[in-house]
């Protein structure tokens, strides 16, 4: 089991430091400053920034910068065949073995690594989705939906203030 430091908010979310975000094997071009958290003065819960890990949402969501690099990436990789909308992106006739894998590092150097078949979605008969989208004015942070948590063993320690995961196929 691989664990995370949490820090709590008044709200009871519990929030993970994030220091960045990979598709495939590149590092996305993401300020690191979206993930910081920053303290409950004068913010919003949603202007936290870091990562909240989220059994109510079934997809994931990031901020705008996030989800602009992921688009990035897409359409580079992909050329034509990739479809953004403003809250997500999709291919069109790409073989499932080419969609690259998606992991977020948080910042003790500990990776997630979201299972594949609970990654990507089928939109339409050709679309192909990535179950990652834009948090639309949600704020900074990284919501961690329940269908990225799929396949992993949640521990949520809240004496020590860490959340373990571990993939239930290890």
């Not at 269908?147 to 949640?154: E, Q, V």
């Amino acid at each position: 089991m691989q664990y995370v430091s949490l820090v709590q908010s008044k709200s009871s979310r519990f929030y993970a430091e994030v220091s960045g975000l990979f598709l495939g094997e590149t590092e996305l071009e993401i300020p690191k400053q979206v993930w910081e958290f920053r303290g409950e003065d004068e913010l919003f819960e949603y202007e936290r920034g870091g990562a909240w890990f989220s059994t109510f949402s079934e997809k994931s969501y990031v901020p705008e910068v996030a989800f602009s690099a992921i688009v990035t990436y897409f359409e580079e990789i992909f050329g034509e065949v990739a479809y953004a909308t403003e809250t997500e992106v999709c291919v069109s006739s790409v073989d499932g073995s080419l969609l690259p894998g998606l992991s977020v590092e948080f910042r003790s150097g500990v990776r997630f690594e979201p299972k594949k078949e609970h990654l990507y979605y089928y939109k339409e008969e050709e679309l192909t989705c990535l179950n990652v989208g834009l948090n639309e004015g949600i704020g900074r942070g990284f919501t961690i939906g329940s269908s990225l948590m799929r396949g992993y063993l949640w521990e949520y320690d809240l004496v020590k203030e860490q959340v373990g995961f571990a993939s239930v196929d290890d």
